[in-house]
Structures are given as structure tokens and as C-alpha cells.
């Protein structure tokens, strides 16, 4: 079955970086664009940005447009989200999200938090 597992948060202060990993399993990854979305605390879950399959492609939200990138390892099947420049606002639980079909699933998530 579709495992979406992503690590890499933590707790970091205001103007620092963190890098996201999500590792994915029981399906083909290379044959799917991948999201990024995050939700914070009393908030509804935002797209934050996508990949196409081959990684030539991106989308952004505005708000984290030139602090954030998202890329992919299509050979290890790894998507990946390098943040830097973050702020308290990027305070969220951040999740990968694939869709096949009719059908989206998404990791367990990981929290990141920034204090000012």
C-alpha cells in the first residue's frame, strides 16, 4: 500500500534553514507529481508547493516563493523540501501528499516550529 513518511523537522529559530524528507513506498513514484502542504496549529492544511513527475516543473506558494525548494530523487524515491529564511509563520505540520486516481494519501507528517 501507498507509505508516505517524512522527517526532518524540528525546532529552529527565526532565519534559519530546515530540509524536509519524504519517503515514499508501494507505488511508483517516478510516475507522480508530489505536493508539499502544512497546516498549523487552528488552521486549515495550505498547499505549500509541487513537483511534476520529472522534477522539471515547480509550483509555489507565494509566501514561501525563493525561501522554499522543493525537489525529488526519483531513483530512491525521495521527495524533499529545503526551507530556509523561515520565520514563525512556516510554524506547521508539514505533509507530503500524492494522488492516484481519485484517491490522495498523505504521511503522518512533521512539525516544524520556529521561534522568533
Known amino acids: 500500500q501507498v507509505q508516505l513518511v517524512e522527517s526532518g523537522g524540528g525546532l529552529v529559530q527565526a532565519g534559519e534553514s530546515l530540509n524536509l524528507s519524504c519517503s515514499t513506498s508501494g507505488f511508483t513514484f517516478s510516475h507522480y507529481p508530489m505536493r508539499w502542504y502544512r497546516q498549523a496549529e487552528g488552521k486549515e492544511r495550505e498547499f505549500v508547493a509541487q513537483?511534476?513527475?520529472?522534477?522539471?516543473?515547480?509550483i509555489y506558494q507565494d509566501s514561501v516563493l525563493g525561501r522554499f525548494s522543493i525537489s525529488r530523487d526519483n531513483r530512491k524515491g525521495i521527495l524533499y523540501l529545503q526551507m530556509r529564511s523561515l520565520t514563525p509563520e512556516d510554524t506547521a505540520v508539514y505533509y507530503c501528499?500524492?494522488?492516484?486516481?481519485?484517491?490522495?494519501?498523505w504521511g503522518q507528517g512533521t512539525q516544524v516550529t520556529v521561534s522568533a
Open positions: 513537483i511534476t513527475r520529472t522534477g522539471d516543473d515547480t
Open positions: 501528499h500524492v494522488f492516484q486516481g481519485a484517491a490522495g494519501y
